[in-house]
């Protein structure tokens, strides 16, 4: 009886599935040829079905959903040194959802009590492991153990009004974080002290419009996607205006929605805009280099881009956040020879 129940339920549902095959992309690349490729795509994450076999049977006797977990409503993106886990911010399920590739695992990071998420948005990793999340909804930053342990939570006290884009400066000791709602940047210190803030509402040099998102050069310059101002803006470590490029407009170099910023390893400089669905790289200069996506659900393209991260390997990886992905570019490294010569 017992044997053919097993039967039953293995032609019901199955001993196991395998990922969807997938077409070779391998060749998708940027610009293209004869110009000398830049960007080439790599990968593409929606949940635990990308990564390999699961167990449908075991899956649908504990009530789990069909292919595993998957992400819903992504914004922010960071990674590993190593590239091997993949931590996603996910509105949707408020929720870290962590992308294990050498396990072929997906996961929800499992937080304490004091760690509840409601809507986390941007997140960043410390070379300790420590991981820093914004959740705008709390109108905190919370920073964890990678075990999910709440170990702090800055903002209530400096009456932050929507926490979005994070940057850390470990060289310097400082976290830099975007109060939207508030037009300025707050400063602290990576113990959690409370430094100093920079910034006020308005359209002039120095000046913010509902900044969102942040990153860091390597000379611990700060970027600001001043996203009211359709432009990005640039401070020193105190926050001393320095320079700022981009305008509103739909013309290569402009901006409509600009959301998510990173620098690779040569220093240029990538911004994702939502109403274009691409991202869009700059050299420190300002000047238009290179475009990548549009709208659609294939493989490079997007359908309202958020969050940005570009790691030590010069790893591109993209939140697609309608398409419910993650896509992994390379930006193709030739010594001597930057994007533009």
Not at 19 to 30: M, N, R, T, V
Not at 63 to 69: R, T
Not at 126 to 144: A, C, N, P, Q, T
Not at 239 to 268: E, H
Request: charged share 25%.
């Amino acid at each position: 009886m017992l044997a053919c129940l097993g039967v039953v339920l293995t032609g019901l549902f199955g001993c196991a599935s395998e990922p969807p095959k997938k077409k070779d992309y391998s060749g998708l690349i940027w610009p293209l040829p004869p110009e000398q490729p830049r960007v080439q795509f790599v990968a593409e994450y929606h949940g635990q079905r990308d990564l390999g076999v699961r167990d449908e049977l075991k899956a649908a006797l504990l009530g789990e959903e069909p292919g595993g977990l998957a992400l819903k409503k992504p914004y922010g993106v960071t990674a590993s040194p190593d590239g091997k886990l993949i931590y996603v911010t996910d509105t949707g399920l408020r929720a870290i959802v962590v992308f294990d590739l050498e396990k072929k695992a997906v996961r929800t990071l499992q937080t304490d009590a004091q760690g509840v998420m409601y809507n986390p948005l941007e997140i960043r990793l410390d070379s300790k492991g420590l991981i820093f999340v914004s959740d705008s909804e709390r109108k905190e930053v919370l920073v964890m153990s990678q075990e999910g342990k709440t170990l702090m939570a800055l903002g209530k006290k400096e009456e932050i009004g929507r926490p979005t884009g994070l940057a850390l400066d470990e060289a310097r000791n400082r976290l830099y974080v975007a109060d939207t709602t508030k037009h300025r940047i707050v400063v602290y210190d990576l113990a959690g002290n409370y430094l100093h803030a920079f910034g006020e509402r308005g359209a002039e040099p120095g000046q913010l419009n509902y900044p969102v998102n942040l990153a860091l050069d390597r000379d611990g310059q700060l970027l600001v996607t001043d996203s009211g101002n359709f432009r990005v803006q640039v401070f020193d470590g105190e926050g001393k205006f320095l320079n700022t490029f981009g305008q509103l407009g739909d013309s290569y170099g402009a901006f409509s929605r600009p959301k998510g910023i990173a620098l690779d390893s040569d220093n240029n400089v990538y911004v994702v805009d939502a109403a274009f669905n691409n991202f869009q790289i700059f050299n420190r200069e300002g000047k238009i280099l290179l475009f990548v996506g549009s709208m659609g659900r294939e493989p490079g393209m997007f359908w309202l881009p958020a969050g940005i991260f570009v790691d030590a390997s010069n790893r591109i990886y993209v939140v697609d956040a309608f398409n419910s992905r993650v896509q992994i570019f390379q930006y193709l490294v030739e010594k001597g020879a930057p994007i533009g010569k």
